[in-house]
């Protein structure tokens, strides 16, 4: 009688560790969308901030003709945080893209629209993760 592994015991090892790395692999994803979601809140905090700085020293928030996707460069808001030295830099999503369509499903990135008196920041949720805040596109968050 030979001393080794029978075929199906060796199918059951590589099932359990297929089973166990497939359960790895979803915590691991699940806990950087949660990541990024806790990113993107403390990135729209630090936003605000820099509007309120940019309000006091203006009296007034930094006006875009229309919604625009913030790039952290050349949109309409970060040209002027930057330039008065509201921001050294403005956040841009933790996805890596700074492009895209606000409001669209698929897009992650961080949107706003002012007439001067008043502004809109929007952004993409990808969890549930922060409390009392659902999946998806938040409603605007305003000063």
């Given at each position: 009688?030979?001393?080794?592994?029978?075929?199906?015991?060796?199918?059951?090892?590589?099932?359990?560790?297929?089973?166990?790395?497939?359960?790895?692999?979803?915590?691991?994803?699940?806990?950087?969308?949660?990541?990024?979601?806790?990113?993107?809140?403390?990135?729209?905090?630090?936003?605000?901030?820099?509007?309120?700085?940019?309000?006091?020293?203006?009296?007034?928030?930094?006006?875009?003709?229309?919604e625009?996707?913030?790039?952290?460069?050349?949109?309409?808001?970060?040209?002027?945080?930057?330039?008065?030295?509201?921001?050294?830099?403005?956040?841009?999503d933790?996805?890596?893209?700074?492009?895209?369509?606000?409001?669209?499903p698929?897009?992650?990135?961080?949107?706003?629209?002012?007439?001067?008196?008043?502004?809109?920041?929007?952004?993409?949720?990808?969890?549930?993760?922060?409390?009392?805040?659902?999946?998806?596109?938040?409603?605007?968050?305003?000063?």
């Amino acid at each position: 009688m030979g001393r080794g592994f029978t075929i199906i015991e060796l199918l059951i090892v590589m099932a359990l560790i297929a089973l166990l790395a497939s359960l790895v692999l979803a915590t691991i994803g699940s806990t950087r969308e949660r990541s990024r979601d806790a990113r993107r809140e403390a990135d729209i905090k630090e936003i605000q901030n820099a509007l309120d700085l940019y309000s006091v020293t203006n009296r007034a928030f930094p006006i875009c003709a229309s919604e625009v996707v913030i790039n952290g460069e050349s949109d309409c808001l970060s040209v002027q945080l930057i330039a008065v030295g509201a921001a050294g830099q403005v956040a841009t999503d933790p996805s890596g893209k700074a492009s895209g369509v606000c409001g669209n499903p698929a897009n992650y990135v961080y949107c706003y629209v002012s007439d001067g008196r008043t502004y809109e920041l929007r952004y993409n949720l990808e969890t549930s993760s922060i409390p009392g805040k659902l999946t998806g596109w938040q409603p605007p968050v305003k000063p």
